[in-house]
């Protein structure tokens, strides 16, 4: 059994405190308008029991992972709070926004095999998460057509990571199996 310390704990408490805040008036578009925070907890929960992941780094940086990406963060910030480790991984997984959203995908299915290790096991359960969201609560401006298109392009990036966990791999092989059955039903 991994052991964490008095020190791992005060840290993960103060990144979901730090996330939550961060994220607070974002909601997502779906037909709940889902608080957007449920997703970064649901990636590190994820990475947490299906990964068995029990990497502190990793776990943080799982909650923080979209907090560049989606909110006014300079990435000094995190590294001043959480260190340099934490901020690689979610640098690894932020994408530029001053793109376009068709060059933004092309990216991530080009950068996909160079992740690192860790940054490849938020990527795969940040992905899982998405696929999940897209097929069962999805945006509700979106088509069966683009849902769908959503769920071929996650594969193709998550067939990209090289780091390879098994709890992982099987519930995103799952989900998205069981996300095309939801979505031939829609
Ligand atoms: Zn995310």
């Not at 990406?69 to 995190?78: N, Q």
């Not at 990216?107 to 290790?117: D, E, I, R, T």
């Not at 945006?139 to 298109?149: G, I, K, M, Y």
Request: hydrophobic share 40%; glycine share 4%; aromatic share 8%.
């Amino acid at each position: 059994m991994d052991c964490f310390t008095f020190e791992d704990f005060s840290r993960f408490l103060f990144a979901l405190k730090y996330t939550a805040g961060k994220h607070r008036s974002q909601r997502r578009k779906d037909a709940a308008r889902t608080p957007f925070v449920n997703h970064p907890v649901e990636v590190a929960e994820l990475l947490w029991r299906a990964g068995e992941v029990r990497d502190m780094t990793v776990l943080v940086a799982a909650l923080l992972h979209d907090v560049v990406e989606d909110t006014e963060t300079g990435p000094e910030e995190i590294r001043d709070l959480f260190g340099k480790d934490v901020l690689a991984i979610v640098l690894e997984v932020t994408d530029d926004k001053n793109l376009s959203r068709t060059r933004r995908k092309e990216l991530q299915v080009l950068h996909a095999p160079h992740l690192s290790p860790g940054a490849g096991l938020v990527k795969i359960a940040d992905k899982i998460c998405n696929v999940r969201d897209i097929a069962w609560s999805p945006p509700l401006d979106w088509s069966r057509q683009r849902r769908a298109e959503y769920l071929t392009w996650a594969e193709e990036v998550v067939n990209g990571v090289r780091t390879y966990n098994r709890g992982l791999d099987t519930a995103f092989r799952n989900v998205l199996a069981e996300g095309r059955k939801e979505l031939e039903k829609a």
